[in-house]
Nanobody, 131 residues
């Protein structure tokens, strides 16, 4: 079975930083489209950032406007692991953060999945609280 396991959540003060990580297991292949989503109580799920790994091992990233310049998504080219470095945290970043993964044939395909939330694999989530 495919499993996505997030780690690194917790509490931070406004202006602080946290780093989330997600590892995907149970896959026989390298998954090329990975993303982070979040959902705050009473709000809809929101795409935070996505990263597409091309066959050349180059990556392309996309961010929600709300996190641009503050969050950085990265992934390990050797395996199915993605990270989210969250800096300059704000109370409105408080949410449950979910890792997601999908197979995509291009960055455009990955981007469409990110915008629609259409990912085949999801983690259980990790809580981030900013006060």
């Amino acid at each position: 079975d495919v499993q996505l396991v997030e780690s690194g959540g917790g509490s931070a003060q406004t202006g602080g930083s946290l780093r989330l990580s997600c590892s995907a297991s149970g896959l026989q292949y390298k998954i090329n489209c990975m993303a982070w989503f979040r959902q705050a109580p009473g709000k809809e799920r929101e795409g935070v950032a996505t990263v597409y790994l091309a066959v050349t091992s180059t990556t392309t990233e996309q961010y929600a406007d709300s996190v641009k310049g503050r969050f950085i998504i990265s992934r390990d080219s050797a395996g199915n692991r993605v990270h989210l470095q969250m800096n300059s945290l704000k109370p409105e970043d408080t949410a449950m953060y979910y890792c997601a993964a999908a197979l995509a044939y291009s960055f455009g395909s990955c981007s469409r999945s990110f915008l629609s939330g259409d990912f085949g694999y999801w983690g259980q989530g990790t809580q981030v609280t900013v006060s």
